[in-house]
């Protein structure tokens, strides 16, 4: 079951023993934290986002007036989720560390059906590995990813250092989404 859902290798190097519901619920936030990231992302002029894993934080993102939405790839195939964010008409960054090309194409699709006039989406280019070696950050994926799907590709960068950034922007990449731990 999820509730006892064993850790990744990388989540327990970084977070202990227990199962993976102990550590996401030690992380979790309220609705009123993000309503304070929100506030001090404003303050300071960034842009606040965040990815969302269900359709109340969807909801909670949508009152907060977010620019844009943020699918993560464990999501990319709950098609009710992506419909669900893809109505409210935001752009969307739609990261694919986990998906197969033909489950990118069936988001890409319900993104499209979602509404008369669907939201732009960047397709983020990812490798589900934190953190993921630099030999297997494989960048050249970036072009592939736009040459298939013909729309905007960032990349999702989880690599220690910058090169992998500044390979994925020299080969087209749009956006450059950093994770830091």
Same mark, same amino acid.
């Given at each position: 079951?999820?509730?006892?859902?064993?850790?990744?290798?990388?989540?327990?190097? %970084?977070?202990?023993?227990?199962?993976?519901?102990?550590?996401?619920?030690?992380?979790?936030?309220?609705q009123?934290q993000?309503?304070?990231? !929100?506030?001090?992302?404003?303050?300071v &002029?960034? @842009?606040?986002?965040?990815?969302?894993?269900?359709?109340?934080?969807?909801?909670?993102?949508?009152?907060?007036?977010?620019?844009?939405?943020?699918?993560? +790839? #464990?999501?990319?195939?709950?098609?009710?989720?992506?419909?669900?964010?893809?109505?409210?008409? *935001?752009?969307?960054?739609? !990261?694919?560390?986990?998906?197969?090309?033909?489950?990118?194409a &069936?988001?890409? *699709?319900?993104?499209?059906?979602? !509404?008369? +006039?669907? @939201?732009?989406?960047?397709?983020?280019?990812?490798? !589900? +590995?934190?953190?993921?070696?630099? &030999?297997q950050? %494989?960048?050249?994926?970036?072009?592939?990813?736009?040459?298939?799907?013909? *729309?905007?590709?960032?990349? +999702? &960068?989880?690599?220690? #250092?910058?090169?992998?950034?500044?390979?994925? /922007?020299?080969? #087209?990449?749009? /956006?450059?989404?950093?994770?830091?731990?």
């Amino acid at each position: 079951t999820t509730l006892a859902a064993p850790k990744a290798e990388y989540q327990e190097t %970084n977070n202990g023993a227990g199962t993976q519901q102990e550590m996401l619920k030690k992380y979790e936030l309220s609705q009123k934290q993000f309503q304070e990231l !929100s506030e001090y992302a404003r303050e300071v &002029d960034i @842009p606040f986002f965040a990815s969302h894993f269900d359709k109340h934080t969807l909801q909670w993102l949508v009152e907060m007036n977010t620019p844009v939405f943020k699918l993560s +790839s #464990g999501e990319l195939t709950d098609l009710i989720l992506v419909s669900q964010t893809a109505m409210h008409n *935001r752009p969307i960054m739609l !990261s694919t560390g986990m998906a197969e090309e033909d489950e990118i194409a &069936d988001a890409l *699709r319900e993104i499209e059906s979602a !509404s008369n +006039s669907p @939201p732009p989406v960047v397709i983020l280019h990812a490798v !589900s +590995s934190y953190p993921c070696p630099l &030999d297997q950050a %494989n960048v050249k994926a970036v072009a592939t990813l736009a040459d298939r799907f013909g *729309r905007p590709v960032g990349y +999702s &960068d989880h690599t220690e #250092g910058d090169e992998a950034a500044l390979a994925a /922007v020299a080969l #087209g990449a749009c /956006v450059i989404e950093k994770h830091l731990t």
